[in-house]
């Protein structure tokens, strides 16, 4: 019998090559978007069946998704929580409607889908949550504040949970990629404006304007692969918590565990800025 998973913005970037790759895997995808009958992607093109809406953001949306799940296939195997974000700029420039509408998708979305699919999990004795973190969950990137407040926010709400899911055989796990070749940092990526008189920010932005677009893009990870890994996390039986995925994020770990803060610090301020 073939397994079910259930995945959160599978309308581009990881989420797509992900439910692309379950499907060839043999899977049934359940492919969720906020759009699917006005947005045409490459799963439109393929026929997967399942492509349903859902906005993390609104709870009914999630409660009619997952029963259309388990009422055509009676369990779902994994979660995959991939739908998000990222609000780039200054702090004091960012908005209040930025920083709410950021963690409520990122964290607040995240988080009720995860108790939706608890009672599902918890009837089967069976299941496993796939947050989509970042790199930028274990380390804080110039400009990316609020952003990287969500994503450790998410690191430390899976690293809990692991504990309250392990006698009711539910498993958790995280993913942290690094740079990946989608267009995030195009159709998710939401720029707070400088609306200062005398920017007190340009140094900083102007350094950093050569880590956005194709340059930094290109030494990126494909979406393929990290699809790749999210499968292996998925059926590889285990209890690991984390799994960092590129050289980049793998570089970035290792680096944090050998050296002094400050050390670390002075080495990413010089890459990301210049």
Do not use: C
């Amino acid at each position: 019998m073939s397994k079910t998973v259930f995945i959160t913005g599978a309308s581009s970037g990881i989420g797509l090559h992900t439910a692309l790759y379950f499907y060839d895997q043999g899977w049934n995808v359940i492919a969720t978007m906020r759009n699917p009958d006005k947005r045409k992607t490459l799963l439109h093109e393929k026929s997967l069946p399942d492509l349903v809406h859902l906005d993390v953001t609104d709870g009914a949306s999630i409660q009619t998704a997952l029963k259309y799940a388990t009422d055509k296939y009676q369990k779902i195997d994994v979660l995959i929580n991939n739908a998000g974000y990222a609000v780039y700029g200054p702090f004091e420039s960012s908005t209040p409607e930025q920083i709410k509408k950021q963690f409520e998708t990122n964290v607040f979305g995240l988080m009720e889908m995860t108790r939706a699919v608890l009672p599902i999990f918890r009837t089967q004795q069976d299941g496993l949550v796939i947050n989509i973190t970042s790199m930028g969950g274990r380390i804080g990137f110039p400009l990316y504040s609020i952003y990287n407040a969500t994503k450790w926010a998410v690191e430390g709400f899976s690293e809990s949970l692991q504990y309250e899911f392990k006698s009711h055989n539910i498993r958790i796990k995280t993913i942290e990629p690094g740079v990946i070749k989608t267009d995030f940092y195009d159709r998710s990526l939401d720029r707070s404006e400088n609306n200062f008189e005398n920017d007190p920010y340009a140094e900083i932005l102007q350094r950093a304007q050569k880590s956005l677009g194709e340059g930094s893009m290109g030494s990126g990870s494909e979406p393929f692969m990290v699809a790749k890994a999210i499968f292996r996390a998925a059926t590889d039986g285990s209890r690991r918590l984390r799994y960092p995925i590129g050289l980049d994020a793998k570089l970035v770990n290792f680096l944090r565990a050998i050296l002094p803060s400050q050390w670390l610090f002075s080495i990413l301020e010089k890459f990301t800025l210049g």
